[in-house]
């Protein structure tokens, strides 16, 4: 139980204060006074951030601080203090200026508007406390005193780049680890998933900042450019997944819910709501008209990607479940979780549905010593990885179950993995912030280097630098 407590800690990352940054606005109805930190900072960032961070910055207008808020962009500043009804963000809110805002998406609620108005009116004061204040401004790089708990690998399409999650990054490096070729900077915290589309042009990274939203950022790969940032909830999002043809990208909430989302847009086709827990892995079928998701309910459930109907639970309940993969020629979906198995499941059930039927259970592996947080197919499928709180990292034959090589040298939780295309090379990372890089055949080490660069720092915003 400490391993799952450690992995579900890792995850959420909950800030102390958490709890009151996210706390819906309309219930500060009565309060006499509007604060700028606990009541407006978390609507900026769930409804606004998207389009205006230095990432994207539409109309140069930057939301993500205060003082970039004030400064304003295109049109000017946006408030002015004392006066709301002359402030150009209360007449966009309202619909009085076009466009509405936020863009393209529901406008906020009376009450929500009504908060910065009273804001203004009362002086527009910063009252973010200078403990809450950002060690590292968004858009500028962070500095790592330490290195940073890495909880998402991918590699491109052609194998020459590895993708490697930082601290409001994602770095691109070199795929032999000899060095970094980018940096790309953005709001979320945390990157749980990063996904390259299958022509390698386009770069997906999810997450976000716990207790505060989640995000999906989609990169254009080769000029280094944000497309686009969609927040999502109130909190990060896990278990990421493009569908074949990159048209939809899928991930999981802790709003026990689905997203799927238009990847050309970013606009959220289908929120999916069959889960009664945290959702942490999905991923689409071969022709992508289905989606298997998983979660803490200990369900592996079969969707609809076109309409979101629920068909069915392709697994027998157990633990709860952290990672699923899809075989890359077949529609089968290796799961695992807190139970410490390893299961392959078939999405197409062989005969009608019984209860409590596992019918679609084509193996399991063997037991691992602690659970599982990661899962993966080599790209022919002839190989799975399985990785978690254990130090190890075993190689199994698909057809067989048979263990064929064993990757060691972490010494702490191992959140991500990910084959090189060409099945050579097994990527691995996790708790100590470092990426090892083994041969699949034999599990021998190869490579072992740091994704970031490091400096020491003896200051108490340590902590806050290194993402920790």
């Known amino acids: ?228 940032s969609v927040i999502l909830t109130s909190d990060t999002v896990f278990g990421a997944s493009l569908s074949p043809d990159a048209s939809k990208l899928a991930v999981g909430c802790s709003d026990n819910t689905v997203r799927v989302l238009e990847t050309v847009t970013g606009k959220e086709l289908l929120k999916i709501g069959h889960h009664e827990d945290w959702v942490l892995g999905t991923v689409f079928g071969l022709d992508g008209k289905r989606l298997v998701s998983v979660g803490r309910d200990r369900a592996a459930k079969l969707t609809d990607a076109s309409t979101g109907a629920f068909i069915e639970n392709i697994n027998l309940l157990r633990g709860e479940l952290t990672a699923i993969a899809r075989h890359p020629q077949r529609d089968v979906v290796l799961i695992a979780g807190d139970e410490r198995l390893p299961y392959l499941y078939a999405m197409d059930r062989p005969r009608a549905m019984r209860i409590a039927d596992d019918t679609t259970l084509i193996r399991k592996f063997e037991k691992q010593s602690a659970a599982i947080f990661a899962v993966a197919f080599s790209r022919d499928g002839r190989r799975v990885a399985v990785a978690g709180a254990a130090g190890e990292v075993p190689i199994y034959d698909t057809v067989s179950g048979q263990r064929v090589a064993t990757c060691e040298g972490h010494q702490a939780g191992i959140y991500a993995l990910a084959f090189r295309p060409d099945g050579e090379q097994l990527a691995t990372a996790g708790f100590d912030g470092r990426v090892r890089l083994y041969a699949v055949k034999t599990g021998r080490l190869e490579v072992e280097f740091l994704p970031v660069p490091v400096q020491k720092q003896d200051t108490k915003s340590a902590s806050w630098r290194s993402g920790l």
């Open 1 to 228: 139980m400490k391993s799952r407590s450690l992995f579900i800690g890792i995850l959420t990352g909950l800030a102390v204060g958490g709890a009151a940054q996210a706390a819906d606005p309309a219930s500060k109805k009565a309060s006499a006074v509007v604060s700028y930190f606990r009541d407006l900072r978390p609507i900026l960032q769930r409804q606004c951030q998207g389009c205006h961070q230095p990432a994207t910055k539409q109309g140069e207008l930057d939301l993500t601080r205060y003082d970039a808020f004030k400064a304003g962009g295109k049109r000017g500043a946006p408030f002015q203090s004392g006066a709301a009804d002359k402030s150009l963000i209360v007449s966009m809110l309202k619909g009085d200026l076009a466009p509405r805002m936020p863009f393209m998406q529901p406008p906020l609620k009376d009450e929500e508007i009504q908060l910065f108005r009273r804001w203004i009116a009362a002086g527009a004061r910063d009252d973010t406390p200078s403990e809450a204040r950002e060690a590292v401004a968004p858009g500028e790089p962070p500095i790592y005193t330490l290195p940073p708990v890495i909880t998402a690998l991918a590699y491109s399409p052609d194998g020459t780049t590895l993708a490697v999650s930082g601290y409001r990054e994602v770095l691109l490096h070199k795929a032999d680890g000899s060095g970094l070729l980018a940096r790309l900077l953005g709001i979320s915290d945390r990157i749980h998933s990063l996904l390259f589309s299958a022509d390698g042009k386009l770069l997906v990274a999810a997450g976000g900042t716990p207790a505060r939203f989640g995000e999906a950022q989609f990169w254009e790969v080769g000029a280094r450019k944000l497309l686009r």
